[in-house]
Each structure stands twice: as structure tokens, then as C-alpha cells.
């Protein structure tokens, strides 16, 4: 279990990068909180990896702010989404245990017919002194993703795709690549009173 808490701090601190801000003690009351046991399974892990990942959102990204995201994609391509999403606010931030926790910068629900909803997340990931020297083919994956699926109680699972390539295709239609052979799974992911 330590062992997949320090590999998602430093995958998380690895991806999520723009700053280590702390909350301020004033803070307002966030509108979600979630806890999530995470299974990474992946071929980057060197074996089965688990541990506890919280996420916070304070605000949800608005509808402008999509919109601008999602014109900075279709204008400049991967790179372009990648400078638009750096410069906005966050919005809320994820952590493994024993972490600060770092910045996300998009939060949107998605009602679902069967009474649950859909919760994406994004941000730019951090880019180390080695990797922006020495870049090799995980540069070219700059997101990280989270799509968790919850239920009207507010219980769900999920994943987190810790490096994620996101583009456009002709048709407008947005299309993310995982780096890793799958996904984190978020299993048990359930929303905190």
C-alpha cells in the first residue's frame, strides 16, 4: 500500500504540476468531495500498485471555460489545449495519502439517464528538469484524466489516465490516448458527506 501511495504521489505531483499552492485557511467549502481506492495495473507500475486517492472540487468549470478549452484544441491542436488549460484557474485538486495534493484545472458533471452522474477531471501534468532536458515519449502526453461514473447514492468507480495525449479529430469529435497499457482503476469511489 505505501508503496502505490508514494508511486501516485509522484505520478500525481509528476502530472498534475502549475504550482503546489496550499488552500488558504479561509477557503470556501468545496462542493465535492470523493475518496476512491486506486488499482494501477499498468505496465509503468512494475506490478499491482493500490492506495487511497481523495479528490476536491471547489467550483465546476463553466461553460465559457469549456468553450475556451475546447477552441484552444480544435485551433492549435494538443499543444494549444495544453497552453489554455495551464492558464486557468483551478478548480479544485487531487492527493494520495500523505500529500498536499495538486491543481486541477476542468471539472464538469454529466447527468446520467439513471439518476447518477458523470464527473470529469483534467490538468496539465508536471514536467520534470530530466524529462524537459531528456524528452522521450511520455512528453508527448501532457493531461492527466479522470472519468468516474457515480450513482444516485453517490457510489461509483472510474479511471485515471495519469498520462493522456488528448486531440481532435476531423468531425470535432475529442478523442484521449492513454500512455500506459490501462488505465488506473478507481474502484469504491464514493462521495464524502
Known sequence: MRDLDRVLSISVM??????????????AKPIEQLTA???????MSGGARTGTVD??????????ERDRLRAALQEG????????????KEVGRIR????????????REIPISTGGRRILLGTDRFVSF?????????????????DIRLNAK????GKLLPLAKVTMDEDHVVEIENYA?????????????
Do not use: H
Not at 509528476?14 to 477557503?27: C, K, V, Y
Open 181 to 193: 497499457s490501462e488505465p488506473v482503476r478507481l474502484t469504491s469511489v464514493r462521495k464524502l458527506k
Open 77 to 88: 491542436g494538443s499543444d494549444g489545449l495544453l497552453r489554455a488549460l495551464q492558464k486557468e
Open 96 to 107: 494520495s495519502t500523505g500529500s498536499i495534493g495538486y491543481p486541477l484545472r476542468f471539472a
Open 130 to 146: 530530466l524529462e524537459r532536458t531528456n524528452p522521450g515519449p511520455a512528453s508527448q502526453y501532457p493531461f492527466m484524466v479522470i
Open 37 to 43: 481506492f486506486a488499482v494501477d495495473m499498468s505496465n
Open 154 to 157: 453517490g457510489e461509483g468507480e
Open 14 to 27: 509528476a502530472l498534475m504540476g502549475a504550482g503546489f499552492a496550499i488552500a488558504p485557511a479561509n477557503a
Open 55 to 64: 479528490i476536491t472540487i471547489d467550483r465546476w468549470t463553466t461553460d465559457e
